[in-house]
């Protein structure tokens, strides 16, 4: 039984397929199953738009009490630490709380029985986005029916990417083949179990799924910049790559989009482009997420 989703390991294909059914439901609009007042507390230590704004939507669609944590104006300021915080929420009889943080499984050091609250994984440093990768394979589903034998290519900035960790250990899991490409110094030998390393010129006309990945400039050391152009030739969908797709292949992008970078900006909402898609399915992929973790407290 769901209660928390902190890493997308944490799914069965069972829960996975359960969600993303009840994701499509809502979308068609089937009303909330909750038949109790949950409250629901959003702390986003990372700045955050998609995630955090989708969050307060299905929040809303909920019909949830919802609390908008601070952490500049928190007792955060004064010292006060994530498990402090989150122990207090859980006092004050917060159901559930949805949180964003710097560090890599933030989570572990909350899962003691005097913190009550279900949690939510928004993202958590290099390590997992498992609400972004299950948006993701919402997309792809609607679009394949199916994450069997589909050729998925994960490019860009690998080795900082929690979208790129999440995704690739549950395509594999549920039987895409997967495909790395990019910067060979952003690409790391853990990497191997789930995927094959190639070039993108091989990759482009070969598969079903071109996901492309932020260039992740705040978890950069300063050796590690290219220019913007020379990214964009040698590791960017450019317009010419675009034209060399399958034409039933799509394209992706967690967001937010470097222009001209990971993609020619005119490529952004391109026929084969499935990047706003990915944004509207988060609202629906985490309302359903919420309504099951709840309705499981119940
Ligand atoms: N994809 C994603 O997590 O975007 P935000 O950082 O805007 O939430």
Not at 84 to 90: P, S
Not at 158 to 167: E, G, P, T
Not at 271 to 279: A, I, L, Y
Request: proline share 2%.
């Amino acid at each position: 039984m769901l209660t928390n989703l902190l890493s997308i390991d944490d799914l069965s294909l069972e829960d996975l397929m359960t969600l993303l059914h009840r994701a499509e439901e809502l979308k068609q609009g089937s009303k909330s199953i909750l038949t109790k007042k949950y409250t629901v507390a959003n702390l986003f230590f990372e700045n955050s738009t998609r995630t955090s704004i989708s969050f307060q939507l299905a929040e809303k669609k909920l019909g949830l009490d919802v609390i908008n944590f601070n952490p500049q104006t928190s007792s955060i300021q004064k010292g006060e630490s994530l498990y402090d915080t989150v122990l207090t929420l859980a006092a004050l009889e917060v159901d559930a709380v949805v949180i964003r943080h710097t560090q890599n499984e933030y989570y572990k050091e909350l899962l003691q029985n005097s913190i009550t609250c279900n949690i939510i994984n928004a993202g958590d440093g290099s390590g997992q986005h498992p609400t972004q990768c299950l948006l993701d394979l919402m997309t792809i589903y609607e679009e394949f029916g199916t994450l069997q034998g589909l050729k998925v290519a994960i490019v860009g900035d690998l080795s900082h990417s929690r979208v790129a960790r999440s995704n690739m250990m549950i395509l594999k899991k549920f039987g895409s083949q997967v495909y790395f490409a990019g910067p060979k110094t952003w690409y790391s030998s853990e990497f191997d179990q789930f995927g094959e390393y190639k070039a993108l010129d091989e990759l482009v006309p070969e598969v079903d799924v071109m996901m492309m990945l932020r260039v992740q400039h705040e978890r950069h050391d300063a050796n590690e910049s290219f220019t913007k152009e020379a990214y964009h030739a040698q590791y960017g969908l450019t317009k010419t790559r675009y034209q060399q797709l399958k034409e039933t292949a799509i394209v992706m992008h967690p967001g937010p989009i470097n222009r001209d970078v990971e993609l020619d900006s005119e490529l952004v909402e391109a026929p084969q482009s499935r990047f706003v898609k990915q944004m509207h399915n988060g609202l629906y992929i985490r309302t359903a997420l919420l309504e099951t973790i709840l309705h499981n407290r119940a």
